[in-house]
């Protein structure tokens, strides 16, 4: 039976809905597979994701050397690498991508190491992330903006790889 003949648009939308009804379950179920957020905004539990899914880091550096060769030591590591020279995009990539660690410069171009914290930290969504702090800075001097910014642990540099790790609970 057509639309036109019967003039009743009630089945054909309920069809439709349906469908469309399905095709939302499955990208919701897509993304809670792969530990994304999905389309309702709330990332998907941990027990969902398949094994053989690789843990993530974003590197927040501006120093060209030094991101370059963390990005080397935790891709040996077999982590998925995610890098950014500058405090915003560093925030953008930690919300569109939701890495399971961020390291973060304190003194970052556009938004320093600290505020990219506080955003992460006190955002339910993220506030699971372990984040470590890295700085050039006396501990001493900046262990005020380390407390009310809620990151995990603040490192001075230079510092060891190991300690890194360790700080990472890796």
Avoid: Q
């Avoid at 569109?96 to 505020?115: R, S, V």
């Avoid at 506080?118 to 262990?143: A, P």
């Avoid at 809620?150 to 790889?161: C, L, M, Q, S």
Wanted: proline share 2%; net charge positive.
């Amino acid at each position: 039976e057509s639309i036109s003949e019967t003039g009743n648009l009630l089945p054909v939308f309920s069809e439709f809905c349906k469908i469309m009804w399905h095709i939302l379950y499955f990208f919701i179920k897509f993304d809670e597979i792969r530990g994304k957020r999905c389309l309702c905004g709330i990332r998907a539990s941990k027990v969902y994701m398949s094994k053989d899914v690789k843990k993530s880091v974003l590197i927040i550096e501006h120093d060209t050397a030094i991101l370059e060769n963390l990005s080397k030591r935790f891709n040996d590591l077999g982590l998925v690498v995610i890098t950014a020279d500058d405090g915003y995009e560093g925030y953008m990539r930690a919300c569109k991508e939701t890495p399971d660690y961020i390291i973060a410069e304190t003194l970052l171009p556009n938004i320093d190491g600290f505020k990219i914290s506080r955003l992460l930290k006190y955002d339910e969504r993220y506030s699971n992330i372990i984040l470590v702090l890295i700085t050039t800075n006396d501990i001493r001097v900046v262990d005020d903006m380390f407390k009310m910014s809620g990151a995990d642990n603040i490192i001075k540099k230079p510092f060891k790889f190991s300690k890194l790790i360790k700080n990472l609970n890796l």
